[in-house]
């Protein structure tokens, strides 16, 4: 006796391989069979005949650990079939936490729904909180070096020394790896020996190096050869975060398929790396990231504080041609606000609406935002118009890129629901599937979700996850092929994404017959060695 049959469903199983007609036997958290067994018996039999069925998505670039602790429930994603995400990602965890910062931290997650108090220190302690209350779906877990580095100044004494512990306690806890944001924040202060010294320490692991790079625009390529000097350092494996190019911001022509060839010859040469990339043109960003070092050095308070001066307003427009470069340019007609603790009253609204209510121009509406947000400058966030479509859809058919989201999980209602008023939260793994694959023939629906299954959970070493295969874990969704093909994933749901009928994590339904259930059989999954 299993637990559950799923009679007569067109299996993708995650490997690329076109799909075949088969029933699937679940037993406990695992799957028992794959193929036809006529007198197989279960507790619970469905019938699949028309349904696709394939493994649960896995996100490799997610940023849920900011909203995991708001939403456990993670109902935007697991209704989308996610039943993995690698968080961590672009250096910005909260943890390690030195004494003293509990507040910043509490404010921030507050900003994604978080109620409760900041209590932690570690980054074991962090994951002990995350997962002893439960969640929908499994999580695998990077360390973030702006954290690191966070803690590290806050503590004094040997900066890099202090890194390196806090590094080496991450990973006696089953991180996999660090990831870092060299675009802004703290990481942009970063130098390149002290992330080949935390290389070194994570190699003696064989962890994983995973980052959002120094520049995306003019210096593509010297990002990207810095990223392999860290990369070496310590013999990493490595993901390069959604490797593409901002349009309308100076990267020479051909500087991002030349980054692609400089990845192909890493791989070559034996370095196990590949990229990501996300389903839309949009995307999100951190609003501190146009603000120059100079402001930044005395804090955050301090830098919204300076920015209630006229003068100092006045210098920023002059020094602001970093990160979402465009908006040097003048295009602020492609930001959006999306996360303002302090204004939420604009959150959704572009920046040019913005200024119309304010009665200044668009410059002027971001300073009076960031100066609102006192202590919370950090947690501001755009949405933005960041891609050319034709560039998206080059990089989701590359074979060396993964398809991930860069957004969190988030809900209809409370805090996230106001701040998420975008597909990109709701649709954005649905997209690949209905979008790319189905309507636009991007590329075959079985390679989307190899490169949102197997190909992910293969790279980042998650065993037995990622196929539909006897042994492996049951993260398992059953899909109505008309909504997948049908649902247009270019706008907001106004319920969850419906095409995800049947949903199971670790062999427990998280959605049944399209509806979230109670259960939160989600998991931590620590670091193993690559498959």
Known sequence: ????????????????????AADIGIRGARIAFVGRDV????????????SLLTPGLIDPHSHSDWSILGNRDALSTVHQGVTTEIVGNCGVTYAPIAEGDEETARRALAAFGYEGEVRWHSFAELLNVVHSGGTAQNLAWFVGHTGLRRAAEREGGDFVGT?????????????????????????RNAETSELEALARVAGRYGAMYASHIRNRDAALAEAVEEFFRVVHAGELRAQLSHLNVRHGTGAAEGAWVNAVSRLERERRAGVDVLADMTPYPDGIGLAAG??????????????????????VRTRVRADSDRYWRFVHRGQWDRVRLAVSPATPEWEGLTFPEIAAINGTDEWDAYFDVMAASGGDLGAVQFMGTLFEPDHVAEAVSHDRFLLGVDGFTSRHDGVLGARTPHPLFFHGYQHFLSHHALRAGTLSLENAVHKMTGAVAAHFGLRDRGRVAAGAFADVVLWDRELLRETDTFVVPERYATAARHVWVNGTPVVSHGTRTVHRPGTRLERTDAL
């Open 39 to 50: 007198d197989a018996r279960a507790v619970e039999e469905i019938d699949a005949a028309g």
């Open 1 to 20: 006796m299993i637990d559950i049959l799923i009679r007569g469903a067109s299996v993708i199983d995650g490997s690329g391989a076109p799909p075949f």
């Open 290 to 311: 146009l603000l120059p070092d100079w402001l930044l050095s005395e804090g955050e308070k301090s830098a919204a504080d300076a920015l209630r001066h006229a003068e």
């Open 163 to 187: 890194m390196e512990r806090h590094l080496h306690e991450a990973l006696e806890a089953g991180a996999l790896g660090f990831s870092s944001g060299l675009e802004y924040g703290a990481g």
